[in-house]
T-cell receptor
């Protein structure tokens, strides 16, 4: 079955460490997105990519980095520069131009310890 | 910049009754798309309903329907015959119809709906 896989489901990080969240899709979607979810703030866009080897900053990109070397994969690195990284992270993809909404992954809960 | 506002952080409804969740948005564009997503306790985001701004007819999906008022920039969700499984966080979202905007979804803050037996 086609879908988006995020791993791991739960992730713990020590302060000062970088950590990478995985996002893989087999839907043949062109566009992929990373969102951060905090209580009371909805989902905020971190980075997005419309095509392989190209990506753009979203509203809260500081302290994060991404790559898009393959159509299927869009990993997110949370760097030590991100001051408050504890959050729920959601990855999504969409078939560009069709605009039928997103397919979401099941999310990764990152906790800084 | 577009914004989406959900003014009801929490709502509750009795099983089998009807509830309406409010959403307003701000944009200067004429072509765009609006969505309602559901996030149950599992935290999996599920698309509930979608509306194209150029369509005057309100979208309907089974027990879910919207009241789209383009001039007022309002997009409310009505859930009829509420069921316990409707208990979830509901997000309203906006997407520009302009291609170079990247298909980004802009979300509201969410409304937490509890359906009580």
């Amino acid at each position: 079955d086609g879908g988006i896989t995020q791993s791991p489901k739960y992730l713990f990080r020590k302060e000062g460490q970088n950590v990478t969240l995985s996002c893989e899709q087999n839907l043949n979607h062109d566009a992929m997105y990373w969102y951060r979810q905090d209580p009371g703030q909805g989902l905020r866009l971190i980075y997005y990519s419309q095509i392989v080897n190209d990506f753009q900053k979203g509203d809260i990109a500081e302290g994060y980095s991404v790559s898009r070397e393959k159509k299927e994969s869009f990993p997110l690195t949370v760097t030590s520069a991100q001051k408050n990284p504890t959050a729920f992270y959601l990855c999504a993809s969409s078939m560009d131009r069709v605009l039928k909404g997103y397919t979401f992954g099941s999310g990764t809960r990152l906790t800084v310890v | 910049a577009q914004t989406v506002t959900q003014s009801q952080p929490e709502m509750s409804v009795q099983e089998a009754e009807t509830v309406t969740l409010s959403c307003t948005y701000d944009t200067s564009e004429s072509n765009y798309y609006l969505f309602w997503y559901k996030q149950p306790p599992s935290r999996q985001m599920i698309l509930v309903i979608r509306q194209e701004a150029y369509k005057q007819q309100n979208a309907t999906e089974n027990r879910f329907s919207v009241n789209f008022q383009k001039a007022a920039k309002s997009f409310s969700l009505k859930i009829s015959d509420s069921q316990l499984g409707d208990t979830a966080m509901y997000f309203c979202a906006f997407m520009s119809g302009i291609y170079n905007q990247g298909g980004k979804l802009i979300f509201g803050q969410g409304t937490e709906l509890s359906v009580k037996p």
